[in-house]
């Protein structure tokens, strides 16, 4: 049997044992956070690499943040209008489309509504448009942030057009484009993107946009570019998701007539 003095110290090296492997686990680094899998490899992928992003800048507000800083105050008399979107915008050369007007590009590739929530101020309060044409939600059906319900997409919808009008700024509301399986690198983007909650969204947004209250525009791209099958025109998106040049030419001019309708309507 052990004396007292004995059991002291043995409980007293266990203590100090267990006190020295707690430290030591508090030092190994963190093992890295997992992310469940969507069913879609490349989806899986995406997000992957997007943890950085969805962690220290969910918004991606660094993104035109000195760009947003450097513009200059619209002038008297002129037409400001800011492009907001996802990566469909991104990639629009609004230049190259609507040469001298004063069109300012706020895309962000992959971006759902949540994220555009989150740097609608600075991104487009801030600048001050007379309009803002949004064209968002494909990603958000995706999945890129995580799963979406249609009514939490449909309510970013509105929170976005309820805060352009509080700062009265008038709301263009695109719809959703259409997609396509037709080629090899279309069938990620079409397997992730069901074209029935695409029609859901649709109908939503465009019965919003004809609510009188809502003082919103509804831009029709969808019925522009589907073909007869419900799926996006093989040869005006090569991925089946992302319009291509000829795409962006039908687009054009039905974004500039949608603007005319807009300057001609009553403030918000």
Request: aromatic share 10%; with cysteine.
């Given at each position: 049997m052990l004396s007292s003095s004995a059991a002291k110290f043995g409980i007293a090296k266990t203590g100090i044992f267990l006190l020295l492997s707690l430290t030591l686990l508090a030092q190994q680094p963190a093992a890295p956070p997992?992310?469940?899998?969507?069913?879609?490899?490349?989806?899986?992928?995406?997000?992957a690499r997007r943890i950085a992003v969805f962690t220290d800048d969910f918004g991606q507000l660094a993104r035109y943040r000195d760009a947003d800083a450097a513009l200059k105050p619209a002038a008297p008399g002129e037409n400001r209008v800011v492009f907001f979107g996802d990566s469909i915008t991104d990639i629009w050369?609004?230049?190259?489309?609507?040469?001298?007007?004063?069109?300012?590009?706020?895309?962000?590739?992959?971006?759902?509504?949540?994220?555009?929530?989150?740097?609608f101020r600075q991104d487009v309060i801030d600048l001050q448009p007379k309009i803002v044409i949004i064209l968002a939600g494909t990603n958000d059906i995706a999945g890129n942030t995580g799963p979406m319900r249609l009514e939490d997409i449909e309510a970013d919808y509105a929170s976005l057009a309820e805060l352009a009008r509080a700062n009265n700024i008038k709301v263009i509301y695109c719809s959703v484009l259409p997609v396509h399986n037709y080629t090899e690198r279309s069938k990620d983007f079409f397997a992730q993107r069901s074209p029935e909650k695409i029609l859901a969204?649709?109908?939503?947004?465009?019965?919003?946009?004809?609510?009188?209250?809502?003082?919103?525009?509804?831009l029709d791209y969808f019925s522009a570019l589907v073909d007869d099958k419900g799926l996006m025109k093989k040869d005006l998106a090569d991925?089946?998701?992302h319009p291509n040049a000829a795409g962006f030419k039908i687009?054009?001019?039905?974004?500039?007539?949608?603007?005319?309708?807009?300057?001609a309507s009553p403030k918000p």
């Open positions: 997992t992310i469940p899998s969507t069913g879609f490899a490349g989806l899986d992928q995406y997000r050369h609004l230049d190259e489309y609507f040469p001298g007007k004063p069109y300012i590009n706020r895309g962000i590739g992959g971006q759902t509504t949540p994220q555009m929530l989150v740097r969204l649709n109908r939503w947004l465009q019965n919003y946009c004809a609510t009188a209250s809502n003082s919103c525009v509804y991925d089946g998701l687009m054009a001019p039905m974004a500039d007539a949608a603007i005319e309708k807009a300057l």
